[in-house]
């Protein structure tokens, strides 16, 4: 082997999860696998067994992995997906945004990299449950955003401006179509937005149970062609999880009054109601099918090999008249939000948009007045930007700068709950503080846990600081910029220093940024 060689990468295996995604003639079907806490337990073998079973049977493409779903700690991604890539079955990895910072996931993409596991699901991550003699401290560095133009640019070879291969990584991200309120809705598609021009591959909706809901999010991207491949969650529930998630204890999951009814009226069967809900899986399966859906993302605790032959079957059996199950699909709350408006003869969509943005006038003087002193201030285009610029760095090389730096913090602290970060994102997001506002600082838009307008964290006490934020940028016709914005990280070198000055010094991340 010559010198040269030994830096060569290795060639990259076919993947049939990207080949069967990319080819429009066929309906990609994955499943994700949920690794519990512990490395060597039943609960491991029984899923390691069913991905055996997968992997023979073949109708299965790829098995995506959880990482710490729920919050809680379990076997790592990487450790079962090698074992299941041994099986010669497809594996996604599920990359979470939660519990390290942007070293230590750099350092794990060589590793995923070095190890041939491409597919990845990048995600927020669920807040972080209780471990090892209490809660841990949630670590959110990044977004889902960032790491999609992270890992973005190690696969254009010039990551960091140091010379390096490509790595080859195929990028997937989530989006929920599932949202109570206009607010979190839109969000939730703005961000899509910002995660497809960082660079995602391809996008897996987070779960639902109504068929006009799927509708709208596929109806979404194709009005803005956002062209990416799309696979819909098709999720089957016990009835014990149904219980759990009807309560709202799963974060951003809803099942809605009429479902869970039936499923209680069905769980008085000998089987506890699972060949109804394995039926209503297969409809649904036929129905995304029907609609123009790549494929579909099935999941759910406790299924065996014959619970999925049993539902994909079923599903051929219904796809010649799968626009007939529409009806039967429905399921959302009376005052839950559409985006469409209604296609009486269909039961999905009409190509025509509900009028939004409306109604949040009152919020505007906060913003406006906001927003006025930060422009006065900061933006080049202002008469007033050099004499503001001159005197903050006059004052930063006096005997004042201690007390200006001070003045700063005070004055921000009480009128945006400031957290002293030095690299300030006020100006990005309406003047709401994702510091202090957001449990898992999300600096690109939400995640996807909240419900009816409450943070995932503390339900009912905080809400979501991107409902506020879309509620001031309504008021000021500022979501368009928002929609089409990036925000960097937090560069953490900046902490506990001024922002106005780093801001004139040109060290932080937000010079010469656009406002909204």
């Not at 669920?126 to 890992?151: A, E, I, N, T």
């Not at 899509?192 to 987070?206: C, E, F, N, P, S």
């Not at 009807?246 to 009054?257: A, D, Q």
């Not at 599903?315 to 699909?329: K, R, W």
């Amino acid at each position: 082997m010559t010198p040269e060689s030994k830096d060569k990468p290795a060639p990259e295996p076919l993947s049939c999860f990207r080949y069967s995604i990319g080819n429009k003639t066929e309906f990609t079907l994955t499943f994700e696998l949920v690794p519990s806490r512990g490395g060597r337990n039943r609960q491991i073998d029984r899923t390691l067994g069913l991905a055996r079973d997968l992997a023979r049977d073949g109708r299965i493409q790829a098995v995506s992995i959880t990482d710490n779903a729920g919050g809680h700690p379990a076997l790592s991604p990487d450790v079962m997906g090698l074992e299941i890539l041994d099986m010669g079955l497809d594996v996604i990895s599920h990359f979470s945004c939660k519990d390290k910072n942007r070293n230590e996931m750099e350092s794990q993409i060589f590793g995923w990299d070095r190890l041939s596991l491409h597919n990845l699901l990048v995600i927020s991550g669920d807040y972080p449950k209780r471990g090892y003699r209490g809660h841990p401290k949630p670590v959110f560095d990044l977004d889902s955003v960032h790491v999609v133009d992270m890992l973005n640019l190690m696969n254009k070879g010039h990551y960091l401006n140091q010379p390096s291969f490509a790595t080859s990584f195929f990028k997937g991200v989530a989006v929920s179509p599932f949202k109570l309120t206009e607010a979190e809705q839109l969000m939730q598609y703005y961000k899509l937005h910002r995660k497809i021009a960082a660079g995602a591959d391809y996008v897996i909706t987070q779960l639902g149970f109504d068929a006009r809901k799927f509708h709208e999010v596929l109806l979404y991207m194709r009005q803005h062609e956002l062209n990416v491949p799309m696979l819909g969650s098709v999720f089957i529930p016990s009835m014990p999880l149904a219980d759990i998630m009807h309560r709202g204890s799963v974060p951003g999951c809803i099942i809605p009054e009429p479902l869970y009814k039936q499923m209680q009226q069905e769980a008085n069967s000998a089987d506890k109601g699972k060949k109804a809900r394995l039926t209503r899986a297969a409809k649904l399966l036929a129905v995304l099918k029907d609609m123009g859906y790549d494929g579909a993302h099935i999941g759910g605790p406790g299924l065996s090999m014959a619970d999925f032959d049993f539902m994909l079957s079923t599903m051929e059996t219904y796809q010649s008249h799968a626009e007939d199950l529409i009806s039967e699909l429905s399921f959302w709350p009376e005052e839950g939000f559409y985006l469409y408006r209604k296609d009486r003869k269909t039961g999905l969509n009409l190509e025509e948009t509900k009028t939004c943005a409306q109604g949040y006038e009152k919020l505007r003087p906060i913003y406006t007045v906001s927003r006025l002193a930060h422009n006065l201030a900061f933006d080049p285009k202002s008469p007033f930007y050099k004499a503001s610029r001159k005197s903050c760095l006059a004052l930063h090389d006096s005997l004042f700068s201690r007390p200006f730096y001070a003045v700063e913090h005070i004055t921000k602290f009480l009128m945006f709950d400031c957290q002293d970060c030095g690299d300030c994102t006020l100006s990005s997001l309406a003047y709401l503080c994702p510091q202090s506002g957001c449990a898992k600082y999300m600096l690109n838009g939400p995640c996807g846990g909240s419900r009816d307008g409450w943070c995932e964290v503390y339900p009912g006490k905080r809400r979501c600081i991107y409902v506020k934020t879309y509620e001031r940028l309504a008021s000021a016709s500022g979501l368009e910029k928002f929609k089409n914005g990036f925000e960097p990280p937090r560069n953490w070198l900046l902490n506990n220093s001024s922002s106005w000055l780093n801001f004139y010094l040109g060290l932080d991340n937000r010079k010469n940024k656009p406002d909204v």
